[in-house]
T-cell receptor
Framework: DAGVTQSPTHLIKTRGQQVTLRCSPI?????VSWYQQVLGQGPQFIFQ???????GRGNFPDRFSARQFPNYSSELNVNALLLGDSALYLC?????????????FGDGTRLSIL | QQQVKQSPQSLIVQKGGIPIINCAYE??????FPWYQQFPGKGPALLIA?????SEKKEGRFTISFNKSAKQFSLHIMDSQPGDSATYFC??????????FGPGTRLSVLP
């Protein structure tokens, strides 16, 4: 079975631009979460979606937004990119996003801002 | 209160040794504590997880010890191998939502 897939794997943008990252969860998983991982640090929670509804939001500015589609795939959008947005963006899926349900991560999108 | 503290930052052991990584949390509402292993260029992979109503859980060579009163939990890797060299993250969540990760421990297992 395919795991969590993310695209693109690498992306280079300049300051002020906008970016869209994509995630396809494991088949049958209905909950998707997004994380930002800066080099040398642990992942930081950005959003969680379940059944197309936002279930949780981390401490990130409004420049970050996301949505989940009827097929449970998800997009993360970041506007007005800053140098500090350079990071690995991870997507994780779980069956329903409830307790005892492990999150399975994709290999991420490496975003570099010039 | 949302932080998860993790130590040590890095750890070097000989093959066959038992590295121990410790984590501490403040939020008593956390009810799920997973450990993840991450290799360079890859996403984190779930190793083992525990609920606060259990004091210890073993899966293969990996053991979690949980101390609810101290709000601490630790990962032990038995008979460590060079292939275990990776970065390890503890995490905590409430009802499977809004996971909080520790800063990570870089483990090196020498042959």
């Amino acid at each position: 079975d395919a795991g969590v897939t993310q695209s693109p794997t690498h992306l280079i943008k300049t300051r002020g631009q906008q970016v869209t990252l994509r995630c396809s969860p494991i088949s049958g998983h209905k909950s998707v979460s997004w994380y930002q991982q800066v080099l040398g640090q642990g992942p930081q929670f950005i959003f969680q979606y379940y059944e197309k509804e936002e279930r949780g939001r981390g401490n990130f500015p409004d420049r970050f937004s996301a949505r989940q589609f009827p097929n449970y795939s998800s997009e993360l959008n970041v506007n007005a990119l800053l140098l500090g947005d350079s990071a690995l963006y991870l997507c994780a899926s779980s069956p329903r996003g409830e307790v005892n349900q492990p999150q399975h991560f994709g290999d991420g999108t490496r975003l570099s801002i010039l | 209160q949302q932080q998860v503290k993790q130590s040590p930052q890095s750890l070097i052991v000989q093959k066959g040794g038992i590295p121990i990584i410790n984590c501490a949390y403040e939020n008593t509402a956390f009810d799920y504590f997973p450990w993840y292993q991450q290799f360079p260029g890859k996403g984190p992979a779930l190793l083992i997880a525990i609920r606060p109503d259990v004091s210890e859980k073993k899966e293969g060579r990996f053991t979690i010890s949980f101390n609810k009163s101290a709000k601490q939990f630790s990962l032990h890797i038995m008979d460590s191998q060079p292939g275990d060299s990776a970065t390890y993250f503890c995490a905590a969540s409430r009802s499977g939502q809004n996971f909080v990760f520790g800063p990570g421990t870089r483990l090196s297992v020498l042959p």
